[in-house]
């Protein structure tokens, strides 16, 4: 048995749990093999037993050896013969753990028969056990069996739980990871035949049906549940996204506003309700929402995070700002109430202010974007060499390799800030030498090459990282809109620039990238339709200074000079914008 060991393990790290969390909400224990967390010893699936007979202590010496051997080809990653082994074990004792076990490897192996087999044994000697009832329901959606057998086990889950209505939903999550969208939409209508009388179920199908763009069906599905609950947050708030999604907003709200007038206490349907006006525009709606939140729940730490957050969504900086600097003052979530405001400081160019909040952030998942840009905004005010300090201090404190290059891009952004072009391309070629062809260092240096002029660098460069990636859209688009620009190998432009669109469709600046090689080309009409496309959906600049182009040259100059004016409203510093404008109509 031990020289199977030789076999190529599948992996060699500690198997995590096999699903975020059980049906009930309560997280799954971890398929530990080899984790800190320590696992199942064989010797503890007989502590508790008295002394037996010799032949029967024979029977269980062998049973303990083949658990020991299951455990070790775990922990080294022989997933096969562990799963194997557990299984064995488990049709020999009458202890659920060792079963469990069986099922959990068999589930994170995919092995399907087996698993199954495993969670029987184990509902067989813990009827009372729900995750094994939830693991059988789940390896019954994956095997070929009748979709009726796992929905009797979905079933029998919702029957015995004390909150039907959370189990559903989280039979939702479960089967909203399954490939076979249909077989698990069958389960879900199963359910909801079974349960008319819960929301749940009516919002599962609802669910399933919307992420397979059947918005007509989701919407008759989320009709059914506002029937059984006219009222219902969830339900009234999904519509109005449905509606939104298909271009009609104002029918869903005005549901949820009604909503509102008969529960303005329901925090969780405001807070959808302002989210959903910021999605769609109307700003000054969800800022009288936000107010409305503030007022009503100025000490709820949550709360004041995620006004907070939409206030910055809907362009109401100052009232963003009253919001986290009264979280801050809660001692919850000071993290992002630091990094929030340093952004907020940072945009008005209050950089002192800024550089206070982003050091006060502590180290978490913000923690090295705050202390990136405090760098950043260091060299800005004049401490170019502190700025750098920080930065290769942090490279001290975080040796991840991984995070490397983002430091060494950090460092040379400031150069190139500080007009040490040279100095800046030589951090990066530093960075080449100790990561060769990596990719972030090689789109750096090529945009530093751009900014220096060496366009042949630039050139090779991104060649080099293309070949590398292939699908790497930045790559393409900013090769693909050099070329185009300076109005040369346009065929190569446009190989680029349509794989970039074929893998970010709906990406403005690889569609103003578009739009201008279709100028060069001499197609008017289709750089037109490229850059408006693209202006709407971000108001750039150099898009704007761009579409202008297309408009001045086919003759329509009233409105490029529009389009020029509201953008430099907007952006009265673009060089670009200004440059185009100043060089036709001057």
């Not at 030789?6 to 992996?11: G, K, Q, Y």
């Not at 790559?475 to 620009?485: I, M, P, S």
């Amino acid at each position: 048995m031990l020289k199977l060991l030789t076999r190529r393990p599948t992996s060699q790290k500690c198997v995590q749990g096999l699903f975020s969390k059980t049906l009930s909400g309560v997280l799954l224990p971890a398929v530990l093999i080899g984790c800190a967390a320590g696992p199942m010893t064989p010797s503890s699936v007989f502590a508790d037993q008295h002394q037996q007979p010799a032949a029967l202590q024979n029977e269980r010496a062998q049973l303990m050896y083949e658990l020991m051997i299951a455990e070790l080809a775990g922990r080294r990653g022989y997933m096969d013969i562990a799963t194997e082994g557990y299984l064995r074990a488990a049709r020999k004792t009458d202890d659920p753990r060792v079963a469990e076990r069986a099922t959990k490897l068999a589930v994170w192996a995919r092995s399907w028969s087996e698993a199954e087999e495993a969670a029987r044994r184990w509902l067989e000697l813990d009827p009372e056990a729900t995750e094994a009832r939830e693991l059988l329901a789940q390896v019954l959606m994956r095997t070929d069996q009748t979709d009726s057998v796992a929905l009797d086990e979905f079933v029998n889950l919702v029957e015995s739980a004390d909150d039907q209505g959370a189990v559903l939903r989280d039979i939702f999550i479960l089967l909203s990871r399954e490939q076979d969208r249909n077989a698990a939409l069958e389960t879900l209508r199963g359910l909801q035949e079974q349960f008319p009388d819960e929301v749940e179920a009516h919002m599962g199908v609802a669910r399933m049906l919307f992420q397979m763009n059947r918005r007509d069906e989701a919407m008759g599905a989320l009709e059914q549940a506002l029937v059984v609950d006219a009222r219902n947050g969830e339900a009234l708030l999904f519509k109005a996204q449905v509606l939104s999604d298909a271009g009609k907003p104002a029918e869903g709200l005005e549901d949820i506003k009604l909503a509102l007038e008969e529960q303005p206490d329901d925090v969780r349907l405001r807070m959808g309700y302002a989210r959903l006006l910021t999605s769609i525009g109307r700003y000054q709606d969800a800022s009288q929402e936000l107010e409305y939140l503030y007022e009503s729940e100025s000490d709820d730490a949550d709360v004041l995070l995620s006004i907070g957050l939409l206030a910055l969504d809907s362009k109401r900086t100052d009232a963003a700002e009253r919001y986290l600097t009264a979280l801050l003052s809660t001692g919850e979530h000071r993290d992002q109430a630091h990094f929030y405001l340093a952004r907020i400081d940072d945009q008005k160019q209050l950089y002192s202010d800024a550089i206070k909040h982003y050091d006060n952030v502590s180290q978490g998942d913000l923690y090295l974007s705050a202390q990136l840009r405090a760098a950043e905004l260091l060299a800005v005010t004049g401490q170019l060499e502190v700025g750098i300090e920080k930065v290769r201090a942090l490279s001290v404190l975080l040796p991840d390799p991984a995070m490397q290059p983002m430091l060494i891009t950090s460092e040379s952004r400031m150069l190139q800030e500080a007009g040490e072009e040279q100095k800046a391309i030589d951090v990066l070629s530093d960075g080449l030498e100790k990561f060769p062809d990596n990719g972030e260092l090689l789109y750096a240096r090529a945009l530093a090459a751009e900014k220096s002029g060496d366009t042949d660098a630039l050139i090779a460069d991104l060649e080099l990282l293309i070949s590398n990636e292939p699908n790497n859209a930045n790559a393409l688009n900013a090769l693909g809109y050099f070329l185009a620009d300076q109005n040369t190998r346009l065929d190569d432009a446009e190989r680029y620039l349509e794989k970039a669109m074929q893998l970010k469709p709906d990406d403005a600046a690889i569609m103003d990238s578009l739009g201008w090689l279709r100028f060069r080309q001499g197609k008017f009409e289709s750089a037109r339709k490229l850059l408006e496309t693209a202006y709407e959906m971000f108001p750039d600049g150099e898009i704007a200074a761009h579409l202008g182009v297309v408009l001045w040259v086919t003759g329509e100059k009233s409105a490029a000079e529009s389009i020029w004016e509201k953008a430099l409203l907007d952006s009265p510093d673009h060089d670009k914008l200004r440059n185009t404008v100043k060089r036709l109509t001057q």
